[in-house]
């Protein structure tokens, strides 16, 4: 097993040097969306690879692709089936197509903070609904959470009323989508790798998203500022197929779970530092943070939370009151 050290990748972009694999080492590929580091999934992903790569050596060989230079999120769903990959991590807005339970995580002000998403996630109901995509051939490893998200746009946001009438790039989320019909905005569904250019050009006016992506993505040099709403989680699903999970000697099948559920407690452990740092990022780099006072928030609260009720029926009650107490 050996790291390569093509002198040109060195210098041409800051992308880790990719594990080359020996024969009879299983190739898990990750695929996925954002910055190859100083981003919560970046990181983790790194990590991850880290350590089977060091203790599976000879049995397991893990290469990692972001910044969608494999797949973006759609794509990436049907290449786990295909098996051109066999992990990725899609924020849990992605999975419509699949499951509609997943619009528990997107319902705007669920969770107050990344403690309550810490608690909900590894509690009974949060650990069930990793299984729920089997019947369409997908098994979830592990949530790991990358913060909340902020609103963003090309003129100063205070109160809901700001964002009337503005475009907002959103994920594939009719949760989200809902939610900006309700603050008066109208909403469009694109790629995370189309975003910036959208910004740039003015297809759509606001996005929505972490401190990590909208540093890591550079979407505050288009923006008039990053307001604090803390309105939506953005957490990712860690996936992979069930047939590839299943097709795995089981030795090599249980040291590889144990070190997912290793790694994505510890990633889960550094979300809060790394979004705290790209936040002072983006001040630094001389853009606007956008502070709420209470009562602006609460406006914000009143617009957006009445959209639970549309999606109550596909989530089920139950599971939206658990994720509701885990805020206690
Ligand atoms: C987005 O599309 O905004 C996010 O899901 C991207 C990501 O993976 O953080």
New binding site residues.
Partial sequence: LSVSTAALALFVSPVLAQESCDPGETVVKFS???AGTGHP?GDAANLLAKRVNEEMNGKMCMQVFPNSTLYD?DKVMEALLLGDVQLAA??L??FEPYTLKYRLFDLPFLFQDLDAVNRFITSDSGKGLLDVMQDSGFQGLGYWS?GLKQFSANKPLVMPEDASGLKYRI?TSDVAEAMIKALGGSAQKLA?NEVYGALQTGVVDGQE?TWS?IYTQKFFEVQDGITETNHQL?A?LLVTSTDWLDGLDPDVRDQFLKIVNEVTQNANDNVAAIEKKNRQNIIDAGSKVRELTPEQRQAWVDKMKPVWTQFEGDIGKDLIDAAVASNN
């Fill in positions: 996925h969306v954002v999934k999120d899609p924020s807005a992605k990358s994920q995370f998203n992506n953005l990712y």
